[in-house]
């Protein structure tokens, strides 16, 4: 009984959802204050993400009469369901050293979660624009997967054949070339996945009207705010978790180092996101499979031939 | 004694009931169906009992020749065994559900009832048969009688089904062929036809050649390339039941059944070359047979290359000669009947009730078909290995035999495992991406003009598709509940020795559940404030028709079709360059043109013919001399 209400707290209070959410929307502030810098800008105060989500929820919200209305309204639920499973098990791993949930396969599944979250729900909502979205959403997540599968072969690689993530967090995968190139390209899959420029092709105010999230408005898409803040603090953390040695064990330095990894991850984000224009969907996925195929393939090839020889630093 | 009759029962009633039918006249349609749904009741029942009953056996002689003859004994053996015996159950589950889908999808647009009721029973049988024989011949036999069943089974969709069934025939049988060669070539080996007896080991040439040979036989009933163009031929003109039955459930059950068989109890296969082959096998299998899948205009055609590609899945599993491997393969071989299956009968639901398969004539059905909708959204979900459902698990363990494989075994050929596993894994993000598309054009999107009228089916035909859809979920959810009933006991594993990952499917679906309640309280905020309005759809303030609005997801990946590379093997794949039926077809008829042009009817020529045999002839006779 005990262990169901301590499971029940993860989830919805620490690390889960109050905890995520509050960070996630923190995040969002560092985004927009970041990027209003970068532009020489003064930039939002801290609260802001909280005032445009609190003001959503007062909104009225527009239904499409067309649309299949179930999946209109589920598909922001769940998608925001997905990334809080994520966030709790990436979040209960990286405290307790010890596997919770899932593996780095179930981890890399569960990220699907939201951008499918997305595809259907914005597929339910019948409208053109929203359709062109959703074959582009889709579309991306084809782009990605692949270099994304790579980078998961070479912290394979490096790691000797652990999936848990706990003994993953124990090595440092990008103090080599391999795993170097590896983080790199996870780095531009989860901007591709944040839906960020250059890769926020599926939502593209200006050209289809936020396509996905069109028809979206009031509560349910402040639902799809929020899923993506916590997107904000899950996503990075996987990285840092994978790539970067986790948040080591005890408090104290190690949570700085922690912290301070989280946040490098973050600002690299919005660096990219702030210097490139906006690609076609196309270029996107020549962009992920040629070029960050080829790129890992190498990193594979370097990866496997130092783990043959036992040269740690290829 | 008793257990005896079952084996005897379950094989030869539905056998031979269903060859009788095929002889009825067509006027008495109902007395096949009740006859057809009461002995599927009947096998399915016994199927548990044997599955509940344990091993047990049951030898007819039937032939026994002196020794001058060689002392050949022929003995009919059935035999339960674990692999079977559960592999057996499911089969008899599926001829239960498809039977009861039949009975109102069939009989509108075939005149051949009796027939097409007939070659299921037909199938049932054969299946039984396969499954509890452990005599290589009489196998072989009931191998046959599910082909010819098939064959019938495709005929009885329509005018044009004759040249699909045709191909599937041509192509199944010549591997059924080679199945016979390979038979023949172990018994040479080994010297007895009795699976349980034969333990060969890949060492001469004869042993790889039937090794090859048994394997094409496995892997063409599968439908795993470069053998597979059998399945889409037919997908498109057979009735979509029986694709549901034969090539999306029990012709993987029996393909992967033989797979394993071979692998494990006739050959002993260690990591090396052939794994190597498997390997290529499976993994080209899944990545090339998804990307056409992709591309698809049509319904049936888009799920008949799912069929195939998720072959690949279990041979992979099956190569890795890990544990985790193997189970994951016979779990996915599993898993994939189930969803498969289910998504063909939803795919047959939406063409009764719309009248086409064509993705861009279909859309907007999730209002009017709600239930073929969920069903089919789960299936979907589960073959693109969406967590928490079955296919998730099922790939998971094969994921983790990949890397086993690769990480752990020493030796040459375990380094290839990264493109095993690259396959897979970018395998199964296409999966998803096409069943994007077919859901978005079937049953979101907006509703043709044409369509307003459309009904949900009958529950005759969505009972089959609920229970098909609540197993994805329960075997998704509850994943060790099958792992430790039907996996692994059939393959000897010690539970939980196998999977090393971790996956709490059970904790993960409560903690989903709470964040959908989560979710569902802010939506009942704002539905509590009364905020909720229904408008159309927002077009910018240009007045728009419904069809001008309508956007199929066909074009969807026109991105993928038109990037140079991909665009000429697309183009190759279209007119048909890689299908071995078309290229065969076409060396046949070069070879007979060949032998047309030397029979030129000019006495001389076939004179100097039937000299140089002649010659021939006696020069190998001195030379044996």
Known sequence: MTEALQNIFWILVFPGFVFTIVLGLVACWIVRKVSALVQWRVGPPLFQPFYDVMKLMGKETLIPQDGQRAVFIAAPIVGLAGVLLLSTMLWRTTITQNDFVGDIIVAIYLMILPSLALILGSSASASPHASIGTSREMKLVMGYELPLVLAFIIVIIKTGGQLSLAEITKFTPALSISGMLAFLVSLLCIQAKLGFVPFDIAESETEIASGLIMEYSGPLLAVWKMMQAMMLVALPLFLVMVFLGGFGTTAGWPLVWGIGKYVLVLVLIILIKNTNPRVRIDQAMKFFWVYCGIALAIAIILASIGSYYDINWL | MKEMNILYISVFLPLIVGFLMLFLPNKIKSVSRALTFIISVVTFVLGIKIFTGGESDYILPILQLGESLGGLELELMLTVKPLGAFIL?????????????????????????????????????????????????????????????????????????????????????????????????????????????????????????????????????????????????????????????????????????????????????????????????????????????????????????????????????????????????????????????????????VEQASGTAELDKLGGLGNKMSITFTTCLIAALSISGIPPLNGFVSKWMIYQGVIKMGTQQTGGTAGFWPIWLTCAMFGSALTLASFVKLIHSIFLSRLPDKLKDVKEVSPFMTVPMVVLASLCVFFGVFYHVPLKLFIYPALGIEPGSAIFGTWMSGLSTILLIIGIGLGLLIWLFAKLSKNVRIVPTWTCGEVQSNESMRIPGTHFYKTVSRMSGLKQLYSGQEKGYFDPYDQGGKAGLGLTAFLKWLHSGVLPVYLTWVVLGLLIIIFVICKVQ
């Not at chain 2, 049988?173 to 010297?191: C, E, N, P, Q, T």
């Not at chain 2, 094409?216 to 997908?235: D, E, M, N, R």
């Not at chain 2, 029996?254 to 082959?277: C, H, K, M, N, S």
């Not at chain 2, 499976?282 to 799920?303: E, F, P, R």
């Open chain 2, 89 to 349: 159950m499911f089969a008899m589950g599926f001829g239960l559900l498809i039977t009861l889908y039949s009975l109102k999808s069939v009989g509108a647009n075939t005149k051949r009832i009796n027939e097409y009721y007939g070659a299921i029973l037909l199938t049932i049988g054969g299946t039984a048969g396969i499954l509890l024989s452990d005599h290589l011949l009489f196998l072989l036999v009931f191998w046959e009688i599910v082909t010819v069943s098939l064959y019938i089974l495709i005929t009885t969709g329509g005018n044009k089904s004759n040249f699909a069934a045709t191909k599937s025939f041509a192509m199944i049988g010549a591997s059924d062929a080679a199945f016979m060669l390979g038979v023949f070539m172990i018994w040479k080996l080994s010297g007895t036809f009795v699976i349980s007896n034969i333990d060969l080991a890949t060492n001469s040439t004869l042993s790889i050649i039937a090794f090859l040979l048994l394997m094409t036989a496995a892997i063409t009933k599968a439908g795993a390339l470069p053998l597979h163009t059998w399945v889409p031929t037919s997908g498109e003109y057979a009735p979509v039941s029986a694709m549901a039955l034969l090539p999306a459930a029990i012709d993987k059950l029996l393909g992967i059944y033989l797979l394993v068989i071979v692998v494990r109890e006739i050959f002993d296969i260690q990591p090396g070359a052939l794994t190597v082959v498997l390997s290529i096998i499976g993994s080209a299998t899944i990545v090339i047979a998804v990307m056409v899948a992709m591309v698809q205009h049509n319904l049936k055609k888009l799920l008949s290359y799912h069929a195939i590609s998720q072959v690949g899945y279990m041979i992979l599993g099956i190569a890795t000669c890990t544990p985790v491997g193997i189970a994951g393969g016979i779990f996915h071989m599993l898993n994939n009947a189930i969803y498969k299956c289910c998504l063909f009968l939803c795919g047959g639901a």
